[in-house]
């Protein structure tokens, strides 16, 4: 019912979402992931397409459909995942990073299996890149908006990722709330903006903390 009032106000934007979480694979019969359902990034994407807007999503592995009428370009790892951002980048108005996407990977990719031995094993990370960061560094006229997952310290933390990755509006989600946040249908985030406002909402639909968010952001500047 919700669409019935979807206002076309979109119409001329194009919307880069990401969504999901990103793996890192250990062998090839392992990997590392997180929690991430992509339900946030998807309902963004389903809004912003519903309003009119020109959406291309670019997701890591979820158990969502792919929606309807935007442009859906599957990912898997951080590597390609930053791929596919930038090649959509320059041409986007407004880009939002909903995607959880992993900081480290393994240093080394074992090409075998790796064979049961020992009562230990370990693993060494290296980080991998920041892509927020990056389009932060290289944006020229794209309105930039992350998120920020959580477990403490949430508007502070927020705020110098806000800061730090050059953003415009950051989503801040406290995940320690367990009917909230990371695989729910519900959220409560409160949004801070480039210049200085903060926005505490109350616990709402991913739907409509997107339609929250695409209002704030789809003002004209
Ligand atoms: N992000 C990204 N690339 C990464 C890590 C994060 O693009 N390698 C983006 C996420 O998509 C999100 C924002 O950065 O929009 C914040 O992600 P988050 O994990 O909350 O912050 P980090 O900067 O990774 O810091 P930390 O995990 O230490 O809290
Ligand atoms: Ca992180």
Redesign the pocket.
């Known amino acids: 019912a919700s669409m019935l009032y979807s206002p076309k106000d979109m119409i001329d934007k194009k919307v880069l979402v990401?969504a999901g979480p990103t793996i890192a694979p250990i062998d090839p019969v392992r990997f590392i992931t997180n929690r991430s359902s992509g339900k946030m990034g998807y309902a963004i994407a389903e809004e912003a397409r519903d309003r009119g807007a020109q959406v291309t999503l670019i997701s890591g592995p979820t158990n969502l459909k792919i929606p309807y009428g935007v442009n859906f370009i599957s990912v898997k790892t951080?590597e390609e995942m930053l791929k596919a951002v930038l090649d959509n980048f320059s041409q986007s108005n407004i880009v939002i990073?909903?995607?959880?996407?992993?900081?480290y990977k393994p240093e080394v990719y074992q090409n075998q299996k790796i064979k049961k031995k020992g009562e230990k094993l370990s693993f060494d990370f290296i980080k991998?890149?920041?892509?927020?960061r990056k389009l932060g560094e290289i944006k020229e006229e794209q309105i930039l908006v992350?998120?920020?997952?959580?477990s403490q310290d949430l508007i502070s933390?927020a705020k110098s990722?806000l800061e730090n990755?050059n953003l415009d509006y950051i989503v801040a989600n406290d995940i320690t709330s367990n009917d909230t946040g990371f695989r729910s249908e519900d959220n409560r985030v409160t949004i801070l903006c480039r210049n200085g406002q903060v926005l505490e909402m109350e616990k709402m639909s991913k739907r409509s903390v997107a339609r929250k968010l695409l209002n704030l952001v789809n003002k004209k500047r």
């Open positions: 990401t951080n990073k909903a995607a959880a996407v992993a900081d991998d890149t920041d892509i927020l992350g998120f920020a997952a959580e933390n990722k990755k």
